[in-house]
């Protein structure tokens, strides 16, 4: 039976498709507008007009302000928006995507409560960042060892590739400009990685807290996500932005990364990669409409909701 909540809006089977959509979008210091099916951002320079339909997820900057035509629009296209900091490099809020079937919440929760499956799962995250060894028998303790030399050596060859100097990660979250090019690079990256994977996590309707690497935040799982391209996506577009200059790292990382999330397809694989992480094949989600809800019987058999189960009827 379907809700009375339905919207005009795609089926969940189209946000498989996220990876056809622009990555994400930056916008600071504007007014953030509904006109039709498009979004419009009204600064001292005009207008500009940005399809709904072909974000990925909407990074909001300082100084903008955004109308309920707005998110509403964006939500109904099921985008991904996104509170952050000068130069994108914080996140502060993310605004609801669209999301109608529990069944991948289920399966990561399930997953995520058994302690045996839970490492289990940040095996199989470890053995994605690891291609080419086994991570089976390591303890938590040993994966992250490995993940540590892995930066280490991602780093490295990155300042060999581009000639960028290379000291040590740095970061001071007070002062982004403390850092020098290529650490800003990295911060920036990151920051885009973690809008991006929440906009993904929400909009498949998972938990961003429940992780499995990372715990006790309430972007948990969020952060597993963005961790899994770290090394092949978000730290060479950072050192590629950084060899070009030390002036605006920022906002040239951002578009190297959107460049290459685009190129390199990573939206499709990172749906992709979170459905097999949680052994999620989708046998739920089948059917016409959208908004199916169900009540949970003995045996945990699903029946129809919206009517009464009761022997005698009480109307």
Known sequence: MSTVSRRSASSPRDLTRIGDRVSFVY?????????????????????????????????????????????????ECGAGVVWVGEQGVRFYAGGRALTRSSGLVEAQATAWANRRTRLEVARAMYRLRFPDEDPAGCTRQELLSRE??????????????????????????????????????????????????HAVVTALGCSPGLGFVHSGHERSFVLDVADLYKTDVAIPAAFDAAAEGTEDVATRTRRALRDRINQTGLLDRCVKDIRNLLGYDGARDTGDSPDRVTLLGDGDLHVESGRNHGEEPIW
């Open 27 to 75: 916008l600071e210091r504007c007014t953030v507008h509904r006109e039709d099916n498009a979004i419009t951002a009204t600064d001292a320079d005009g207008v500009t007009h940005i399809p709904s339909a072909t974000i990925g997820t909407l990074l909001l900057g300082p100084g903008t302000r955004v109308t309920h035509q707005a998110m509403s629009v964006l939500g």
């Open 148 to 197: 540590g030399r892995r930066l280490k050596e991602c780093y490295r060859r990155e300042s060999a590739r581009t000639g960028v100097p290379w000291r040590r990660r740095e970061y001071n979250r007070d002062d982004f400009s403390a850092g020098d090019a290529p650490n800003q690079g990295v911060t920036a990256a990151a920051q885009c990685m973690y809008g991006i994977a």
